[in-house]
């Protein structure tokens, strides 16, 4: 499911903007955007394709198939995001009514991973790991909301995510398969097959928290470089070239 995966970078790409120090990749943020749309489209019309281009056959199967309901009330949702995407329709809606609209993203970001692990049917691997790192980001914009965005909360943000993904496996795999969320949560502790999604959310966790210090610890030097390059003209290029950057993430964050 590349539009998971596309929804999942857009929102690492946020996380690493904040946690590193990176306003830069925001000019990547509608870029993934529309990949992520444009794949969605090519993977329906591909279904349509697989059904023969019967239309009245897809509209009954998405009508009475949950899975398929909510992957095209997914697709509906990015297609909307995808059409007030342009620097006109940002200037028409105003940066609060963009803004919440676009908030929607998360939304469907959660109606595409129940959309995987109802497509996954036995092995839902790929969706409890996507779903393990959505709770990580989630996570993560809820404490730089707080303003709580510090070492020791990330680092304890990655245990929770790890853990919440565990949980999260074990409890579908028994509702929807009725083996024991114990034996599930056993699994975790078996490396002789496997690593489970948990691990590797926890390893993503970590990484991430530790990312924050080591960049602002080299802040000052970078800032420094950057200040010795600078002809003396009373203004910064620096920060002259980060305006336009810091105004549209102040459009598009």
């Known amino acids: 499911h590349l539009s998971i995966r596309r929804q999942r970078q857009m929102c690492i790409r946020d996380r690493l903007r904040s946690l590193g120090q990176w306003p830069k990749l925001i000019l ?3 870029m993934i ?18 059904q ?22 997914g697709i509906l949702g990015l297609a909307a995001l995808g059409a007030t ?31 995987f692990f109802l497509q996954s ?31 020791i909360a990330l680092l304890g943000l990655a245990v929770f995510a ?3 993904t565990a949980g999260i496996e074990a409890g579908w795999y028994a509702a929807r398969t009725g083996v024991m969320a114990s034996r599930v949560l056993e699994a975790n502790l078996d490396f002789s097959f496997t690593i489970r999604p948990a691990w590797w959310v926890l390893v993503a966790g970590l990484a991430m928290a530790l990312l924050h210090p080591l960049r602002a610890r ?3 030097m970078r800032n420094r470089k950057a200040a010795a390059q600078e002809p003396n003209t009373g203004f ?14 102040h459009v598009r964050n």
């Open 28 to 30: 990547v943020r509608r």
């Open 33 to 50: 955007g529309l990949t992520a749309l444009a794949y969605v489209l090519v993977h329906f019309a591909l279904y349509v394709v697989e």
């Open 52 to 73: 023969r281009y019967d239309a009245f056959k897809v509209v009954s199967e998405i009508a009475l198939r949950f899975y398929l309901t909510i992957g095209f009330i």
């Open 85 to 115: 995407s342009t620097d006109g329709m940002i200037r028409r809606l105003g940066s609060v009514r963009w803004n919440r609209l676009h908030s929607l993203v998360y939304g469907i970001a959660l109606l595409a991973l129940l959309h």
């Open 121 to 151: 049917k036995v092995d839902v691997t790929q969706p409890v790991l996507m779903t393990g790192f959505f709770v990580w980001l989630m996570g993560h914009r809820l404490l730089k909301k707080r303003g709580a965005a510090g070492l």
């Open 162 to 164: 790890a853990l919440a």
């Open 218 to 220: 080299g802040a000052p």
């Open 236 to 249: 910064s290029n620096a920060s002259l070239a980060l305006q336009p950057v810091e105004e549209t993430r």
